[in-house]
């Protein structure tokens, strides 16, 4: 028989084979050929919708890496003033990972930089990295109760993110 495809085990059915199959293979990422690399980087982005959570990890792990590879990449050709190639680069990340929190405040980013100050915010706003806080009406009472009527202008936080230290995945703050 022949040798199966590594990146065939990304597909299992069962999820211990595909926490498995996503931990080894992201381990040793330096040691796949393009082919190889590209296999892990496509299993890994449809990896971030597995039913298991350390499976779901691992994969953004992946998918945020490559994000922010292209990132840098941009970054770089913007310093260069290659501002179309810079562009089109964030847009291929942001395509690749459309939820991505770092991708998309690192175009954001760029965007207020180089002269695109409403896309830069729309992106902060749509990824939930912006609130707008409206001015309010009067200056509302503060003795600890939020029903009053004065606060009922006011802004919402949710869905907070932290952005973890070791890689570059944005994990839901408990």
């Known amino acids: ?84 190639a810079a562009e089109a680069l964030f847009e291929r990340a942001m395509a690749y990972s459309p939820r991505s929190k770092r991708g998309a405040f690192l175009f954001a980013q760029y965007c207020l930089q180089y002269g695109q100050p409403e896309r830069g915010l729309g992106l902060l706003r749509d990824n939930g990295m912006l609130l707008d806080v409206p001015r309010l009406p009067t200056a509302p009472a503060v003795d600890g109760r939020v029903g009053d009527a004065e606060w009922r202008h006011g802004a919402m936080a949710s869905g907070v993110h932290q952005l973890a230290a070791r890689h570059f995945v944005a994990i839901p703050s408990k």
């Open 1 to 84: 028989a022949g040798e199966m495809p590594m990146h065939v085990t990304l597909y299992d059915a069962d999820g211990d084979v595909r926490f498995q199959a996503i931990t080894a293979l992201s381990a040793m990422r330096s040691r796949l050929d393009s082919v190889q690399l590209g296999q892990l980087q496509d299993g890994a982005r449809r990896l971030t919708q597995d039913e298991r959570g350390d499976t779901r990890l691992e994969a953004q792990i992946i998918v945020e890496n490559v994000v922010n590879h292209w990132a840098v990449q941009a970054g770089a050709l913007a310093l260069r003033a290659e501002f179309e």
